[in-house]
């Protein structure tokens, strides 16, 4: 089993930069798929980015101002989110899957382990 703990977010103004962390705790992390997730305020958890077997993935809405790293000696995975929007405020969860494929790995779903989530605020 994995435990994901949290850190980072904060308040931030639009154009803005941000570094979520995740830390795990267990063994075989590498073994995982890890991604971020996040949810806003009357919406549904949605996808953000995830990384398996060295390929990064993300959504359309935040590819090319987020970017989402690992470092299995570290056991730690990051999400790395420049160029804020307002829109991009939601608390921000990290997850871990031994699961999932291609087609599942933007599926919430799928993944078994999450962190407790931290709150992104993008405001001016």
């Known amino acids: 089993q994995l435990q994901l703990v949290q850190s980072g977010g904060g308040l931030v103004q639009p154009g803005g930069s941000l570094r979520l962390s995740c830390a795990a705790s267990g063994p075989t992390f590498s073994n995982y798929a890890m991604a971020w997730f996040r949810q806003a305020p009357g919406k549904e958890r949605e996808f953000v980015a995830a990384?398996?077997?060295?390929?990064?993935f993300y959504s359309d809405s935040v590819k090319g101002r987020f970017t989402i790293s690992r470092d299995s000696a570290k056991k730690s995975v990051w999400l790395q989110m420049n160029s804020l929007k307002p829109e991009d405020t939601a608390v921000y969860y990290c997850?871990?899957?031994?699961?999932?494929?291609?087609?599942?790995?933007?599926?919430?779903?799928?993944?078994?382990?999450w962190g407790q989530g931290t709150q992104v605020t993008v405001s001016s």
């Open positions: 990384i398996r077997m060295g390929n990064t």
């Open positions: 997850s871990a899957s031994s699961r999932v494929i291609l087609s599942t790995l933007r599926n919430s779903g799928y993944y078994d382990y």
